[in-house]
């Protein structure tokens, strides 16, 4: 099994810059071959969305956060990294990270991490 945890959420001003972070423990093979790790968010009322994503070399991001957020992997290949630059109220939600291998049918989900983004 696969745990992975959140941290780094928290209060923020609009126009700051916040650093989520998720690690991945438990079961190492499972680990070092995830093919897809990514950052989710969801905000009241609304349906969780996609935020940014690693895929192999390639990364993608919601049209929302491009140019403001960047995403970034741990060099151990056990973390995924969320750097939030120019934070808008609208970026206020719940993040969830999640990682898994396609391929295998693996897919793991944090509990989730507030960020709430005042103006």
């Known amino acids: 099994q696969v745990q992975l945890e959140e941290s780094g959420g928290g209060l923020v001003q609009a126009g700051g810059s916040l650093r989520l972070s998720c690690t991945a423990s438990?079961?190492?093979?499972?680990?070092?071959?995830?093919?897809?790790m990514a950052w989710y968010r969801q905000a009241p009322g609304k349906q969780r969305e996609l935020v940014a994503q690693?895929?192999?070399?390639?990364?993608s991001f919601a049209d929302s956060v491009k140019g403001r957020f960047t995403v970034s992997r741990g060099g151990a290949r056990n973390s995924i990294f969320l750097q939030m630059n120019s934070v808008e109220p609208e970026d206020t939600g719940v993040y969830y990270c999640?990682?898994?291998?396609?391929?295998?049918?693996?897919?793991?989900w944090g509990t989730g991490i507030l960020v709430t983004v005042s103006s």
């Open positions: 690693i895929a192999g070399d390639s990364r």
């Open positions: 438990g079961d190492i093979i499972s680990i070092v071959n995830f093919d897809h």
């Open positions: 999640n990682m898994g291998r396609t391929a295998s049918g693996l897919d793991y």
